[in-house]
């Protein structure tokens, strides 16, 4: 740089000085906006990736929480299989008719089924039906009677019962007389 003139030195520090500058005006009005630029598409592509990751989480638990629906459907559909439904009347006479048939208990009364509200748990979606009946049998066959009915139909469940010894002419025989109530679910909109 000794060899140059003071005139062609100062030219090329002004050279110089203008490269920088114009450098500097690129890098500042070009490249400087378009890296900011790349920053954010970057943030939003790691927000969007995630939010996607997200989305096909919720998306494979939706599947999974639907075939448990189904299958929670499935298993009440099977649990409400034996509620009582169409005409209550029916039902009663036709379920213990039935049910009966193999057990050695006479069923001398069967009282009217009465629809209410389920009294066992507040806000339950089922309502009952309630009915009396009365019969005579055995301690044993009475027991098993009940037994059985409970746990053949586990929607029904006894109430009030009362068991007494014959006053009349089966009291030779040993033979109790029973009354009970018999509350059993009502299958909703049936």
């Known amino acids: 740089m000794k060899r140059l ?19 500097g005006l690129v890098y500042f009005i070009l490249i400087g906006p ?7 598409l970057a943030v939003e592509t790691k927000s969007d990736e995630s939010r ?15 075939k448990k629906a189904d299958a929670i459907a499935d298993q ?9 439904e169409g005409d209550v009347i029916v039902w009663t006479y036709d ?3 039935q ?20 009294d066992l748990l ?5 309502k009952q039906i309630q009915f009396h009946i009365a019969g005579t049998g055995y301690y044993h066959d009475i027991g098993k009677f ?32 029973f009354r009970m109530d018999i509350a059993a679910l009502l299958k909703p909109n049936a």
């Open 34 to 40: 378009q890296n900011e630029q790349n920053r954010r």
């Open 76 to 84: 009440l559909k099977d649990s409400e299989k034996d509620l009582v």
């Open 146 to 177: 009940i037994a059985d009915l409970e746990n053949q139909f586990p929607h029904i469940r006894v109430l009030n019962l009362i068991i007494e010894s014959n006053n009349g002419p089966e009291a030779a025989t040993e033979k109790l007389s």
């Open 122 to 126: 507040p806000n339950f979606p089922y």
């Open 52 to 66: 996607r990751d997200s989305m096909g989480k919720t998306i494979l638990q939706a599947e999974t929480n639907a």
């Open 95 to 97: 379920t213990l008719r």
């Open 5 to 23: 003139s003071p005139d062609k030195r100062n030219k090329l520090i002004m050279v110089i000085l203008g490269t920088l500058a114009l450098i």
């Open 99 to 118: 049910f009966k048939s193999n057990r050695h208990v006479d069923i001398t009364t069967l009282g009217q089924p009465v629809q209410m509200d389920e």
